[in-house]
């Protein structure tokens, strides 16, 4: 996959004695430890005593010129190719950034929450975009000039320290993505994805994950329509996942993540 998505999941689990947790961490292959420290270690940030940190209202107190734009579903946000001239921050919704490669295929990189900021290449000196972004569902998204996001940045402390955040947990996610891609079964993908996009061990409750193609799952985990098919069919008889069109993931999904 792909993958980025937006976001981390990790679960609140009883915990054993440390000399049992200890044990039985050494036992695991060392890909099934990766595994299991990519879903458990990507946790939200804690807020500060004011709450977490809200862009729309700190720009609106800045006084800076800021635009909002509304997205339908599977509307497009910028194409692949297109001029990388502003940077975008989620405040509702959801949304998928894509790549096509010269052969027509495709592969989603990434899977964006609210809090996540996007496009934000075009700081480091990107020219033109990299990925294709799409909303997943209808969306909010508020979208700053790249010249005033710079300036915001050498200037703004609470915004830096937010967006500087936002890339380490990023990277942070793209490397658990690599191990998780190198090492692990398409089972095991697709089962971490669905804990990642329901916010599973996240301050408030599991999500429901919004009705969503087997294609896209598919271009997600890095697999075919039909084994997503099969280990969703198999989840849901095992008592994993729920669904009809949106998603209910189960705590006991964990289990195919942490199994060796």
């Known amino acids: 996959m792909s993958r980025s998505t937006a976001g981390g999941a990790a679960g609140k689990l009883s915990r054993p004695p440390s000399g049992g947790r200890s044990a039985a961490r050494s036992r695991r292959s060392p890909a099934g430890r990766a595994m299991m420290d990519a879903v458990s270690s990507t946790k939200p940030l804690p807020a500060g005593p004011r709450g977490p940190f809200d862009l729309q209202v700190f720009l609106e107190s800045a006084g800076v010129a800021r635009t909002i734009r509304k997205y339908a579903r599977s509307a497009v946000i910028f194409s692949q190719g297109d001029p990388a001239t502003d940077v975008?921050?989620?405040?509702?919704?959801?949304?998928?950034?894509?790549?096509?490669?010269?052969?027509?295929?495709?592969a989603v990189v990434a899977v964006l929450g609210q809090g996540d900021f996007f496009g934000e290449g075009c700081l480091a000196g990107q020219p033109r975009r990299i990925s294709t972004a799409s909303a997943m569902g209808t969306s909010k998204v508020l979208v700053v000039e790249k010249p005033q996001m710079l300036e915001l940045l050498h200037t703004q402390t609470a915004l830096a320290e937010r967006f500087l955040a936002h890339m380490l947990a990023r990277n942070i996610r793209v490397e658990e993505d690599l191990v998780d891609q190198l090492f692990n079964s398409s089972e095991k993908r697709l089962a971490r994805v669905l804990l990642l996009l329901s916010r599973y061990g996240k301050a408030d409750q599991p999500l429901r994950i919004p009705k969503m193609p087997q294609e896209?799952?598919?271009?997600?985990?890095?697999?075919?329509?039909?084994?997503?098919?099969?280990?969703?069919?198999?989840?849901?008889?095992?008592?994993f996942i729920e669904y009809n069109g949106e998603i209910k993931v189960n705590s006991s999904l964990l289990t195919v993540v942490l199994h060796d």
Do not use: D, P, W
């Open 88 to 106: 975008f921050y989620l405040q509702q919704g959801s949304v998928k950034l894509s790549v096509l490669s010269r052969t027509g295929k495709e």
């Open 216 to 239: 896209t799952l598919a271009e997600i985990v890095g697999t075919t329509r039909s084994r997503v098919n099969f280990f969703m069919n198999k989840f849901r008889k095992l008592g």
